[in-house]
T-cell receptor, first 116, second 112 residues
């Protein structure tokens, strides 16, 4: 079974440009999460989808970030326009059910974004 | 808000035991996790413990939970060079709406 996949694995863009990150969760997982790790700091929650609905977007830094999950399958996270402080590793995770005893969230390999 | 703290670095000799410590603030934490990130790889769930347990052992890994002090530790017995990685402590509970709250990660160096 395929795990959580993220694309691209690396992206280097100039300040002011737009970048779109993609996450394909494990098939059948309703919950999809985006996280970000800025160098040397903790992994911070950005937002949580349940199917196509945003359950919690309290971690989104500002309105330059837009996440979508049309159809409740894959998700995209767009940064427009990108700033230097947006550099970091963006992780996506998916899980089957929030109420289940098995609450493991499976993480992707992350997208390393560098804004220069 | 919820917070998870852990030391940033740990260096051990091959064959020794490693102990990585973590403290958290959310008293409603239900699940506590240890994730491992090897260079260039994603986050791998190593082990987890429910808040109503105080110990869990899985082969070379031992997790200890002191709920009163909100202290979690991960012990790796007979540490190998392949254990070199960043280890993230994380918790999940009602207060956080079941989102996972991570620490900054402890980088484990294993010297041959």
């Amino acid at each position: 079974e395929a795990g959580v996949t993220q694309f691209p694995s690396h992206s280097v863009i100039e300040k002011g440009q737009t970048v779109t990150l993609r996450c394909d969760p494990i098939s059948g997982h309703d919950n999809l999460y985006w996280y970000r790790r800025v160098m040397g700091k903790e992994i911070k929650f950005l937002l949580h989808f349940v199917k196509e609905s945003k359950q919690d977007e309290s971690g989104m830094p500002n309105n330059r970030f837009l996440a979508e999950r049309t159809g409740g399958t894959y998700s995209t996270l767009k940064v427009q326009p990108a700033e230097l402080e947006d550099s970091g590793v963006y992780f996506c995770a998916s899980s089957q059910s929030q109420g289940s005893m098995n609450t493991e969230a499976f993480f992707g390999q992350g997208t390393r974004l560098t804004v220069v | 808000g919820e917070d998870v703290e852990q030391s940033l670095f740990l260096s051990v000799r091959e064959g020794d035991s490693s102990v990585i410590n973590c403290t958290y603030t959310d008293s409603s934490s239900t699940y506590l996790y240890w994730y491992k990130q090897e260079p260039g790889a994603g986050l791998q769930l190593l082990t987890y413990i429910f808040s109503n347990m105080d110990m869990k052992q899985d082969q070379r890994l031992t997790v200890l939970l002191n709920k009163k002090d909100k202290h979690l530790s991960l012990r790796i017995a007979d540490t190998q060079t392949g254990d070199s990685a960043i280890y993230f402590c994380a918790e999940r509970g009602h207060t956080g709406g079941f989102k996972t709250i991570f620490g900054a990660g402890t980088r484990l160096f294993v010297k041959a």
